[in-house]
């Protein structure tokens, strides 16, 4: 991943995040690597269970209080957040690292004027008076467009509608201008319209402020949209990471491609037919062996089955990585043929790979 | 169009439902206008599409059309029989011919009952099949049919995932062969690589059944992906109803135009390619402005658009559209209507 210059703002290192519960262990992040730089939007993306929300909710020590085992390094402007106290923590989180969530009326109190909860935001961190606090609220509001927003500073979530309450979500992180933004699912639970409305937000207030935008989502749509670079994930792992471009012009992971195939596209025809990923996003606390997508790979080998792959640079591009033991000719080979619109039994065919042997993922059950 | 080709006939229909004020001495403050005024045809075999934004009307036309909900006006026929006020037997019956399968399978299976049971329901309900084994063959064959393992007949919902709650929910839908299906928002609460895994069920069901099928969704992609034709609600009326490709590629009404330019496109060599935001929020349906309701946030609004209401007229291009000053081809591209060609 790119991120040069005065080295990255953050480095999340081999972060592992274990919950120990009555059935077992549960795997949610298992060694992940990424690193955010100044500035730039890294996009998150993954089914529910891949363990993108909780490696960030780890990363604002969210998961502290959960019984979590973590271990691992995730380094924020030389601090390492795994280890940092729970006092120098609190000092960074909601001030230098601010975070939105996926539904913004169970975020914000309804018992509490928006105003309000923007001013104990700010006075959290800021050593100002309830006057300059309050002032300060008014201009948020307005800078996320929230229109009369002196009036509106006085009102209670339930009258905002569910725009303007995510919009009002955003002024609360932006309120000590943090210097990256965590943003899971920001836009899931919102019409298209709305949709549209805050992307842009994020965007134009991270050209104003500068700050660097984790987003955390299951759309490829939206990440296509904001993100420099894409980290894909599945069953806790990190399978390809890429510059957005690279991401959609030349996936290397057989999940990326499947997640490709299965959305259709606005412009596409009606007769493209949807390929599905076979079966179901495995347990996390039984995991499959070996490679962890091998069971719904259309492409897997008998040693895949053993062989716990690693996130390995492409080659002839150092900033794509990819955890996949196909030989890199053979899986540019099968891309060409799924782009070309075969099937993975056909794009498998066309490159002489033989079917897996386990053939259980195709039952559906 | 004639009743032998359409299978359900939707005219000026009205659903307002009434916002009361007081506990013991209710009176009627106002009300919700979730539908007014919505017409449309639903041809044998076609699948249609309704899109629009939470709280334009689309779920409560399909419970109306199904019955669930009494309409406050307008007619629903359906094989050109009126069944706006059926009751009791007759309506009944006619329940049997039309099915739906729901956003959620989570809430809409009932914890406490086999798969079995839940899918042999509707046998139950209308008394057919009483034999045990024959009622069991009958459920396991549709377990087949939409992709569940037969021999998890005994199973209960929450053994299940997502996916395959919603091929329950579609195995029971399908019990009775029924000619028209109504999909309200079906794969909405799954995963992506489960979506696909869905939506193809739905379109081999159909083309191997000759089923009708009414298609509700807020994703646009999706319903190009499913419908034959596809019709745009805005706040309780349809604003363009037409072929899917004609909607899509021209579109005439400036809020079709704001949803296709609102869609995130997976292709990161389009970033950065202006379009057009709408602004604010949708209106209050209890109190929608007057005269063309997308006038308060309509790009292309005049004076006359808050006079004077604009019918649902052809506008020549293939689909009909309710504005008095549709887009023009030029325009597409300036509000970033990337499916344009």
Known sequence: MSGLGDGPLLRVEDLHVEFPTEDGVVH???????????????????????????????????????GARVSGRISFEGKDLVTLPD???????????????????????????????????????????????RERAIELLGLVGIPDASRRVCEYPHEFSGGMRQRAMIAMALANEPKLLIADEPTTALDVTVQAQILALLESLQRELGMAIVIITHDLGVVAEMADDIAVMYAGRIVETASAKEMFAGPEHPYTWGLLKSVPSLS??????????????????????????????????????????????????????????????????????????????QAREAVGL???????????? | MSAEESLVQVRDLVKHFPITQGIVLQRKVGAVQAVDGVSFDVRRGETLGIVGESGCGKSTTARLVMRLLDATAGEIHFEGRDITRLKGAELKAIRREMQMIFQDPYSSLNPRKTVGAAIGQPFAIHGLLEGKAERKRAVQELMETVGLNPEHYNRYPHEFSGGQRQRIGVARALALKPKLLIADEPVSALDVSIQAQVLNLLREMQRELGLTLIFIAHDLSVVRHMCDRVAVMYLGRIVEIGPGDPLYDFPRHPYTGALLSAVPVADPQLRGERRELLSGDVPSPANPPKACRFHTRCPKAQELCSQEDPPLQDKGTGTEAACHFPLAREELAEIGVRSAR
Request: net charge positive.
């Open chain 1, 87 to 133: 006092r120098e923590l609190r000092a960074i989180r909601g001030n230098e690292i601010a975070m939105i969530f996926q539904d913004p009326l169970s975020s914000l109190h309804p018992f509490f004027q928006v105003g309000t909860q923007l001013i104990e935001a700010i006075r959290a961190h800021r050593d100002v008076s309830k006057a300059a606090a």
């Open chain 1, 268 to 345: 596409a025809s009606r007769d493209v037919e949807l390929v599905p990923i076979s079966g179901q996003p495995p347990s996390l606390i039984r995991r499959p062996s070996g490679c962890h997508f091998h069971p719904r790979c259309p492409y897997a080998q008998p040693d895949h089955a053993r062989i716990d792959p690693h996130l390995e640079p492409v080659s002839g591009n150092p900033a794509h990585h990819v955890a996949c033991l196909l030989q890199s000719e053979q899986r540019k080979r099968l891309w060409a043929e799924l782009a070309k619109g075969a099937t993975p039994e």
């Open chain 1, 28 to 66: 949610a992040v298992d060694g992940i690597t990424y690193e955010v730089a100044r500035g730039r939007t890294l996009g998150i993306v993954g089914e529910s269970g891949s363990g993108k929300t909780v490696s960030s909710l780890t990363t604002l020590g969210l998961t502290r209080t959960q």
């Open chain 1, 354 to 365: 033989p079917a897996p042997e386990t053939d259980l993922a195709r039952t559906g059950a």
